[in-house]
């Protein structure tokens, strides 16, 4: 019973490298989200997904890109690490139908960009 | 602009006592509305929900109450358990679904 996995726990980067944040759900949910949450703010959206193939910015999207090729996965790039995406990231996913009770989030990924 | 607001960063309760967290928000277009809990290390899992033709949900030891004149809703915890402490986001999503916007979240302790 996975749920929703993120890979990787921990990352440290340089500025100015590149990187992809996997997300990975095994409940065949529909839509999925890529969350940022930074000291003292809420979880703020980054980037969502409403089946494969379809995508959409969030609140936050600059300096990200995202992909849905597959209803499984959603990965998070990030082109030019820039200090400022120093943050703890979240995906998760819910169902097509339902309410917003029905997200799961995954154990997230710490980013810090040095 | 925050849109969700958790005014206290963190809360301290001692054990078997009622905790209290509040949260306001500030878009009219909110109609759902959520508590998540978050432990150290882990996501956010939900914990109850309410919706704006309500102005209370209760489930087992947790009630929501919604006031929508005052735009603010609070999170009953009676009483209150070490197992409870984690931090506590407040949710709100402008309908019944997705992309939800969360406050900055509470720090609960409860103490033995």
């Known amino acids: 019973n996975a749920g929703v996995t993120q890979t990787p726990k921990f990352r440290i980067l340089k500025i100015g490298q590149s990187m992809t944040l996997q997300c990975t759900q095994d409940?065949?949910?529909?839509?999925m989200y890529w969350y940022r949450q930074d000291p003292g703010m809420g979880l703020k959206l980054i980037y969502y997904s409403v089946g494969a193939g379809i995508t959409d910015k969030g609140e936050v999207p600059n300096g990200y890109n995202v992909s849905r090729s597959t209803t499984e996965d959603f990965p998070l790039r990030l082109e030019l690490a820039a200090p400022s995406q120093t943050s703890v990231y979240f995906c998760?996913?819910?169902?097509?139908?339902?309410?917003?009770?029905?997200?799961?989030f995954g154990s997230g990924t710490r980013l810090t960009v040095v | 602009d925050q849109q969700v607001k958790q005014n206290s960063p963190s809360l301290s309760v001692q054990e078997g006592r009622i905790s209290i967290l509040n949260c306001d928000y500030t878009?009219?277009?909110?109609?759902?509305f959520l508590w998540y809990k978050k432990y150290p290390a882990e996501g956010p899992t939900f914990l109850i929900s309410i919706s704006s033709i309500k102005d209370k949900n209760e489930d087992g030891r947790f009630t929501v109450f919604l006031n929508k004149s005052a735009k603010h809703l609070s999170l009953h915890i009676v009483p209150s358990q070490p197992g409870d402490s984690a931090v506590y986001f407040c949710a709100a999503s402008p309908e019944y679904g997705n992309k939800l916007v969360f406050g900055a979240g509470t720090i609960l302790r409860v103490k033995s």
């Open positions: 878009n009219s277009m909110f109609d759902y």
């Open positions: 998760a996913s819910s169902p097509a139908t339902g309410g917003s009770e029905k997200y799961t």
């Open positions: 409940m065949n949910h529909n839509y």
